[in-house]
């Protein structure tokens, strides 16, 4: 079994972006931080064999619902009540911006498999569902994240 400090340097970078594309920019490294705090104390008991990106990248998934849960239940204070929002703006956090678009399962499923190269069988077995459900998912939030990308080159949004 590796070092635990040499898994954190394999795998830290493609957790690092996970999370990222799942919780944002801002909470990331917090999740990511939670990440490898929880594996520490499993890593030991992680039977031979096992996948540990994919093990990792699971863990990441729990930590990021428990952000969601987290911040769902705390208000956010305003100086005053912002506008509706219309199309999805381009700011200079493109790509997060355009990301938060997505519903969460394309997110999910594009993160997985694109950024942290799980296959698709592994994302489906994350995700729950068809490992076909899995692709289709990456697949339609990659069209839409292409249709954003357009907008904004163009000057649309």
């Known amino acids: 079994m590796k070092p635990f400090e040499q898994i954190v340097r394999e795998h830290g970078p493609a ?3 996970v999370c990222r594309a799942v919780v ?4 990331a490294e917090d999740a990511w931080s939670e990440t490898f705090l929880a ?18 990248v699971t863990i990441a998934k729990r930590k990021a619902v428990d952000q969601h ?3 769902a239940r705390n208000p956010v204070p305003v100086d005053e009540i912002p506008e509706p929002a219309g199309a999805p703006q ?3 956090d493109g790509l997060w911006s355009a990301l938060k678009t997505l519903p969460v399962r394309q997110r ?3 993160a997985y498999h694109h950024l942290a190269g799980l296959p698709y069988a592994e994302v489906a077995r994350l995700l729950g569902g068809s490992e076909a459900a899995c692709r289709r998912s990456a697949a339609d939030g990659i069209k839409k994240l292409r249709i954003l990308y357009e907008e ?4 649309i949004l």
């Not at 064999?49 to 990792?56: D, E, M, P």
């Open 108 to 110: 999910e499923a594009l």
């Open 69 to 71: 849960r987290s911040a």
């Open 24 to 27: 944002g920019p801002d909470q």
């Open 39 to 56: 594996a520490l104390g499993a890593y030991p008991d992680l039977p031979e064999g096992t996948n540990v990106q994919a093990w990792l």
């Open 15 to 17: 957790v690092l972006r």
């Open 90 to 92: 381009m700011d200079t």
């Open 152 to 155: 904004d080159r163009h000057g």
